[in-house]
DNA sequence: TAAACGCGAAACCAAATGGTTATATATTTT
DNA sequence: AAAATATATAACCATTTGGTTTCGCGTTTA
């Protein structure tokens, strides 16, 4: 079964600074939405349109608690973005690079 | 001197698939304008557009030739999706990633 | 039970994004 | 010199993006 048309992919996720900012925080702690909220100046509404979008890239997921909506991380699916790093490291790849490149066959599946 | 507030982040030129696949082909070669844009169903200036943000992340360069304006890849900047994800990389990290990360820590400078 | 808290959803808005067409300019080519 | 080629630039457009305010609703807490 392949993907089914991810809405919002994984790379657009990751281009805006306030989002790869929400992803460092839950890698630190889950956190409620007013918790994350705290963290930045603007409104609870605006963080939790840019949770929706974290969440749709399947990089975090958030599970109600009480009267808190509680989010984690879920880096797996940055996978895809090392993918597509790892073609283009061989263009400006140090001596290493040939060893890391091995080291990494093994990976995924 | 720091970085002098770059306009177009590398994040954000590389969260458009177009311009994803503008970099895959100036990896295989350098090539004019009219050629990256016959690879794509849209119009030259739309094709301009994506290579002026690319140039800006300085992931590309063009040259002036005749006519021609032939443009060729620079990987560099990617380094710093790549130094990103690393922070990541432990978290969904196989047995494999110690090895790996210890390999990376040369990497840079 | 009343007030406070945490969140969801809707309506709205300005600016950025990704595209178009049209026109102009410099460089070959015939 | 004229025509064709390759690009640049400007004006325009629809949609998306990233934010806001407002209101309502379930859940604690006083």
Redesign the interface.
């Known amino acids: 079964m392949a993907a089914p048309a991810e809405k919002h992919d994984v790379?657009?996720a990751?281009?805006?600074?306030t989002r790869?900012e929400v992803?460092?925080l839950l890698?630190e702690n889950e956190r409620p939405i007013s918790e994350i909220t705290s963290h930045f100046s603007m409104s609870r509404t605006a963080v939790t349109k840019h949770l929706q979008i974290l969440a749709e890239a399947e990089l975090i997921s958030g599970r109600k608690e009480g009267r808190e909506k509680i989010y984690q991380?879920h880096?797996?699916p940055?996978?895809e973005?090392?993918q597509?790093?790892s073609?283009?490291?061989k263009?400006?790849s140090?001596k290493?690079s040939i060893?890391?490149n091995l080291?990494?066959e093994?990976?995924d599946s």
Chains 1, 2 share one sequence.
Do not use: M
């Not at 990751?14 to 600074?17: E, G, S």
């Open positions: 790379f657009k990751i281009a805006d600074p790869r992803l460092r890698s991380l880096p797996e940055l996978n973005v090392k597509w790093l073609y283009y490291e263009f400006w140090n290493l060893l890391k080291v990494e093994d990976g």
